[in-house]
């Protein structure tokens, strides 16, 4: 063995080096890894707060994972996020990602956290844990879409979750499940008008107006406006992208559907020839029209102090202009019979005499008009034979026949696709075409929204515009459609939505259909909100006042636009219904044994009046006679109005009766109750009806007794 | 010397390695508005918008349910019954009056009623209706609509920050 020389002693001296430099970087990385960093970092914070001990006292220097084999949860993200649980650590000046959760529902510990929040429970690394979708299929879900999740497992609408609900109910109310399959989402009777007949309603070229430009258009701001006028409606008939061609076919193909033969309702042209005489002829069916409160389905554009706005409900169309849409003699059947024309239409059958028929009619025919109507619509002539095949094709081809059905046309099913799972889709399951945008679920879902031909240019969903708030609430709905659970533990989470349906019977069902009651009334959580429930009415109203009030919906506040209708009622009709509401439509908390009207005295009474007015100062939301506030309803008829069992149980507590009501529930004694309720039951008014029926406003239909 | 130069040159790359492989984890700042539960506009200024958690959020239904009628001068349905009161009460962004005010007294005020705290009976109490959870939601709204915000009066201020 020869001698080594110096150099290289060197060389091995500095191979050595490197060799355990490079075996150290190993454990170096291993001490380095980010969430060795966060625990350490955790660590040092936790010794800046006060509650130290307690902050440290399960710490664990390794990875912590929440694991809930059951619902396929293995979640380290607590690694990092470790002061999730600790109340003290809430606070917003806590640096992230040591700041406590806020407070929710749910027990972090026992749902783990990308149940909710997505990404990749497993990771360990920031990145991988919130963004990547490179061998990870889920990035973190944007919080503005949280609500998404709670709606994978609860159906049912939850008060906490605005934005799905409002997604929600986006869905159903564009029709979106004309096209697709949505989960949840009922197809009902009638999605959009029944065109078999709508020949006989409208002309070719009004036909062509609205394809062109439905009456409903929302602007690339978001701003809604219908017939040129602001309103806050939904637009249920989107815009289609038709070339000039293809609005001549269609107008065509539909002005040509005549299939029922129309049979005008005559009146006797005498008499007729008589009214026409009367030049006060229109106001007076101007007057009808406002009497019978039309207004609160239709809205019609008013001008006030040089403002137009349109000002009514948005249950049936805007009215503005539709003396220059429709044909007089279809006009004047509907109205006497509008399920003749759409069986499904839930515009009610009103006890119409002829005189007042005709006056409307010739209100409708000559007030609401606009000569402007049909101006930049070309001449289109008779309908040609190759323009009808073509309109029937095209109805076929984009998909009208999905919302619209004409007799003896068979409309492909599942014309779009079914999205019951889209909010669980991986990103490589989507197409993004060429389009540029970012390849991940949500602006996928939002650029499809806002331009369908963004990501196919062959789309033939039609155009709709959004405003950024329900953009982001259909994005939410879509995202919390994540298909069937995949493991049975979370198939047990799932709640489900509530069946609500109320099927009455007899001479009663006759009379509700007839009125269409469920188009604002709820009954059993069937039915719509711009009345009062009317599930508990016989418990709630005496039979008299009933009957009085259907006969007469007038009420003390003119101004209020949303109201009972006037549907000119028979008074054998008003009994059935208020007979079957005293009989049926009970609470069972409200006992009208329970309290003998009889056995209150005067001094009770005296006592509930002071309760009323000094101790309770019930005046600042209740109304009697001309003082108090209107968060309640007016008392002032009380006595006439409501049951004394009702009043008691209500005083006792109001939730009981109503769950969602305003009132709040107080501590009254049962003394204190009982001569509250000898006080109200005192409190009559001789002008009726009263006031206590009408709403203020779809939102006060909620809020409590008599509202 | 040259000994020298090589070891510290090995040493710097091996340092240089390590930190490279410590990836910096983004700390962009972000937008608080997006990753809000809900928000609410500022009652004073429609272009200034507030975001609130979920407690928050939960506060804000709360209000527009059961408070808007007194403490605000427009309601969902339109009027406000805040003119009809005597005392008329405080606007609930009401940074003046309503900041003054601790969380416990804000607290009990809602859940026993003015009449328990010496004010108004015309302030209902809410105790029998709302959660303890709810009140305290509703709280949180308020103070987050009171702009500027509510400052809790003996917050400990943490300095630290992760990292």
Known sequence: MGKLTNRTRLVLAVSSVMFLAVLAISPFKDFRREWKQYKHSYLRFAQTRPDTKKLVADYRPDIDQIWLPGMNVVDRCTTCHYGITQASLADQSVPQPFRAHPPIPHNVRDWGCTICHRGQGPATEVAEAHKSTLAWEQPILPTRFIQASCGTCHYADLPQTPQLTRGRALLAGLNCQGCHRLPGVERPAMLAPDLTNVGTKVSREWIYKWLKEPRTIVDKDGNVTVNGYEAEDEPRMPKFRLTETELRGLSAYLSVQKAKAFVSYKLDARVVAAWTKNPELASQGELRFRQMFCSTCHSLAVTRAGETKLIGGDIGPELTKVGSKV?????????????????????????????????????????????????????????????????????????????????????????????????????????????????????????????????????????????????????????????????????????????????????????????????????????????PDLTYEGSRAQRQWIVDFLKNPQTLRPTVVLRMPQFNMSGRDAATLADYMTMVLQHPAANPTAVDAKQFTLAMVALGKQLYEVKYQCQSCHTIGGTGGYVGPNLSNAGDWLTPAWIEAWLRNPQALVPDTIEPRRNFTADEVRALTAYLTTLRQSIKPQKTASTTAKHAATQGAGR | MKFHVWFGALLLMTLAGAAACRKNAESAKADPLLSAYDTEADWNDAQHVVPLSFQQAQGKRIFYQQCVWCHADSTPAGPSNRSNLTPVPPLLNDRATLNAESDEYMQNIVALGGTAMGKSAMMPPYGRMLSAEEIRSVVAFTRAIAQPPYQPPARAESQYSAK
């Open chain 1, 327 to 531: 044909n007089p003699d279809w006009l004047i059947t509907w109205l006497r019979d509008p399920q003749g024309y759409l069986p499904h239409t839930r515009m009610p059958r009103y006890g119409w005499s002829d005189e007042d028929l005709f006056k409307v009619t010739r209100y409708i025919a000559t007030k609401l008009t606009d000569p402007d109507l049909l101006t930049g619509v070309p001449q289109l002539g008779q309908p040609r034979e190759d323009e009808i095949q073509l309109g029937r094709r095209l109805f076929l081809e984009k998909g009208c026949a999905s919302c619209h059905v004409i007799e003896g046309l068979n409309p492909q099913k599942d014309f779009g696709p079914d999205l019951s799972a889209i909010g669980g889709k991986n990103t490589s399951e989507l197409e993004f075409g060429a389009s540029k945008i970012p390849h991940n679920l949500v602006s996928y879902i939002q650029a499809k929204l806002q331009d369908p031909a963004s990501v196919n240019p062959a789309a033939r969903m039609p155009q709709y515009n959004w405003n950024q708030p329900d953009l982001d609430a259909i994005t939410t709905a879509l995202l919390s459609m994540k298909g069937a659970p995949p493991t049975s533990a979370l198939q047990n989470l799932v709640v489900p939505r509530k069946e609500v349906d109320f099927h009455p019977t007899g001479a009663f069902e006759e009379v509700y259909e007839r009125y269409k009651c469920y188009s604002c009334h709820k009954f059993n959580g069937y039915g719509g909100d711009l009345a």
